[in-house]
């Protein structure tokens, strides 16, 4: 198919695309373009006013804060993969990155269009709920902040942007794994989590109808260990009906893959390595957000 008609504006700056985006409906923002333009080609998504914000160098890179690191809305997949303090801060990050599509999609694909793909199961969502990110927006009231999960869960208010996302140092260990569908590499299942001093942050997607804390797994899993069987004991005890089946995976499927395929901190104290590369070999081509 191709593009419906559509106009099109680059604004300098962000207070423009702000007044731009809350004065034309229907306006849509253009960042990476790696979910939205699919979209607009099958008619999944319609616009009226694309508003390019891809050049506005105050989203784009990272940078330390008090507690933590701040990750600019713009800045890419591929620049977010091999960003030293992303490496070092934030593994499970910068590996949820490396593991999106292939170089071209890491190459145009951004962070704030990862996390904010909707109805698409990528990569760094996952990965910013195990770390408790923040996700900052800016809007027509001004600037707010949602935590990452709430901003999984459809919360960000009309007309806002995402700008950046904070996140917190790692704790002990931080790691992300991931099972991907061969074909399109969107995650059957992932798996992200942080060990802290208070016990794991765990989630998972794919496997679920959105990006999930799953807190009974955290609780289980408390104080340790993070044996095999003690992790799988505590993913068995999800309600089944948390995993939705599809593309030939049943629910008890899902949540025995959920499980198995959990990152390194859940099988010994040394953090996953970001260059480690997803599961399961790349056939056909391949597709990101």
Do not use: W
């Not at 713009?74 to 801060?89: F, G, K, R």
């Amino acid at each position: 198919m191709i593009l419906t008609e559509f106009d099109y504006v680059r604004p300098t700056g962000l207070d423009e695309a702000l007044t731009l985006l809350s004065g034309t409906r229907g306006a849509r923002v253009l960042a990476g373009g790696q979910s939205l333009l699919p979209d607009l080609r099958t008619g999944a998504e319609q616009a009226r006013l694309l508003v390019d914000i891809r050049q506005l160098a105050d989203l784009r890179g990272t940078g330390r804060t008090a507690d933590g690191i701040r990750i600019g809305a713009l800045t890419t997949l591929a620049e977010l993969a091999a960003d030293p303090l992303v490496l070092a801060e934030a593994p499970e990050l910068a590996a949820a990155a490396r593991s999106n599509g292939d170089p071209q999609v890491r190459n145009l694909g951004t962070v704030g269009g990862n996390l904010a793909a909707a109805g698409r199961a990528t990569d760094l969502p996952v990965a910013a709920l195990a770390a408790d990110a923040v996700v900052e927006l800016a809007g027509p009231a001004g600037r707010s902040t949602l935590t990452a999960e709430e901003f999984a869960a459809g919360s960000a208010p009309a007309g806002t942007v995402l700008t950046a996302l904070l996140v917190p140092a790692a704790g002990q260990a931080a790691a992300f794994e991931k099972t991907a569908d061969r074909a399109t590499r969107y995650p059957v299942c992932a798996t992200a989590v942080r060990i802290t001093p208070d016990g794991p942050r765990i989630a998972v997607t794919g496997a679920t109808s959105r990006a999930l804390r799953l807190r009974g797994v955290e609780d289980r899993l408390r104080g340790g260990p993070y044996s095999t069987d003690a992790v799988l004991a505590a993913f068995r005890a999800e309600p089944r009906e948390l995993f939705v089946p599809g593309r030939g995976t049943s629910a008890e499927y899902l949540g025995h893959l959920a499980g198995s395929s959990r990152p390194e901190p859940c099988r010994g104290p040394v953090g996953h390595s970001p260059d480690r590369p997803p599961r399961g070999p790349e056939r056909g081509p391949s597709r990101g957000s």
